[in-house]
T-cell receptor, first 124, second 111 residues
């Protein structure tokens, strides 16, 4: 399993941005893939994840409406997109493959493989 | 669900044990009997690596020196004998429900 992420970006508030994560070494379309933000000195934050095969998406309430997650199975890529960046979007964004488990009709997600991260810097 | 991780940092001599605690604001035990918490290690300059899932299940390739346990809502990661390769940021993550949430992290250093 390998997750290759696009390079770091330096942007201004109000700019748009789309970062990518390309998966290889596994059946990309049939594993959920997620995004996590890391800001130094703070706890990691789950952004959301997508099931590429049918584009089923789950967003964190903290990010829903501000970011868009998408995927393209033809190129085994997942994307995280902003229409209008804010300074508070600074951080390293990791993509990570999701391991899904089930129990008594419930579904659980956690991350088993991670990309190396994309550093986003937003500053005027 | 809030995960409070302690200590923030610790420095350990090689060969000595280390213990990290992650306290959950809510019960992470599902009706299926599993406590749904993972532990990750992020070595300097590296992406996080899954060490333990379901509180105590070591992922393939993770040394037996690493173990996890739970008492109520207090989760513990223990390293029986710390090695130089163990340095980095350890963090917990609950996965009993979304939004998934993380502990603040513990930085392990070698004395």
């Amino acid at each position: 399993v390998h997750l290759e992420q696009s390079g770091g970006e330096v942007k201004k508030p109000g700019d748009s941005l789309k970062i990518a994560c390309t998966g290889s070494g596994y059946d990309f379309a049939h594993y959920w893939i997620g995004w996590v933000r890391q800001v130094p000195g703070e706890a990691m934050q789950w952004v959301g994840f997508i099931f590429p095969s049918d584009s089923d998406i789950r967003y964190s309430p903290s990010f829903e409406g501000h970011v868009t997650i998408s995927a393209d199975t033809s190129v085994s890529a997942a994307y995280l997109q902003w229409r209008s960046l804010r300074a508070s979007d600074n951080g390293i964004y990791f993509c990570a493959r999701v391991k899904t488990t089930f129990g008594l009709g419930a579904r659980f997600w956690h991350f088993d493989f991670w990309g190396r991260g994309t550093l986003i810097s937003v500053s005027s | 669900i809030v995960l409070t991780q302690t200590p923030l940092s610790l420095a350990v001599n090689p060969g000595q044990p280390a213990s990290i605690t992650c306290k959950s604001s809510r019960n992470l035990r599902h009706d299926n009997g599993k406590n749904l918490l993972c532990w990750y290690l992020q070595r300097p300059g590296q992406p996080p690596q899954l060490l333990i899932e379901e509180t105590s299940v070591r992922v393939s390739g993770v040394p037996e020196r690493f173990s996890g346990r739970v008492s109520g809502t207090d989760f513990t990661l223990q390293i029986s004998r710390v090695e130089a390769d163990d340095v980095g940021l350890y963090f917990c993550m609950q996965n009993i429900e979304i939004p998934l949430t993380f502990g603040g992290g513990t930085k392990l250093e070698i004395k």
